[in-house]
């Protein structure tokens, strides 16, 4: 409880929970982060379940770089948000609930975009594809089972993160 009183006491705690723009600020940055970080890893997502076939599945690492540079700005501005209110939000069930899945869906998200890159490497020759479309291995829009599956769970763990934050407005 030490460090907790000593982040709301801090100058960006104070800030945050006291000033007229600190609050304001903080939350339109961690909005902006979350728009663009998970924005992006649903569009990979939803890419790897076949939708938007015109995005190269070679281009996925390159949307999840900026998708990472969203979570830092989350990363950053949740801090501050935290350091606001940080003794009430440690005992935040849907806080600890938020955190948890933002964890699994970063990693999440990043295994899926790897096996993408690799995916997309072995299956480069066409006559492989074609051949592994026919074993059902692949499907026609040349992501397997599997990422078709992590994509549909990865979506699933976004959304339950998404709603989880929005209950700490509500839930204490």
């Not at 982040?7 to 960006?12: F, G, H, K, Q, Y």
């Not at 600190?22 to 939803?46: D, K, N, S, W």
């Not at 999840?64 to 209110?85: D, E, M, P, T």
């Amino acid at each position: 409880m030490d460090f907790l009183n000593w982040a709301e006491m801090s100058p960006l705690g104070e800030w945050v929970s006291t000033s007229l723009w600190g609050y304001p600020i903080a939350l339109t940055l961690h909005t902006i982060g979350m728009g663009t970080l998970v924005g992006l890893a649903l569009m990979i997502c939803f890419r790897v379940l076949g939708v938007g076939r015109g995005i190269q599945t070679s281009r996925l690492p390159v949307y999840w770089k900026l998708a990472l540079i969203g979570f830092a700005i989350n990363l950053f501005s949740g801090v501050a948000l935290f350091f606001g209110s940080a003794t009430v939000l440690w005992e935040s069930w849907p806080f600890r609930i938020k955190i948890v899945f933002i964890l699994a869906g970063l990693v999440g998200t990043h295994f899926l975009v790897r096996s993408c890159a690799v995916t997309r490497r072995v299956i480069s020759a066409k006559n492989v594809s074609l051949g592994l479309v026919a074993l059902g291995r692949i499907s026609a829009g040349g992501s397997t089972v599997r990422q078709k599956v992590l994509a549909f769970a990865v979506i699933l763990i976004w959304m339950t993160a998404l709603v989880a934050g929005r209950l700490i407005a509500y839930i204490f």
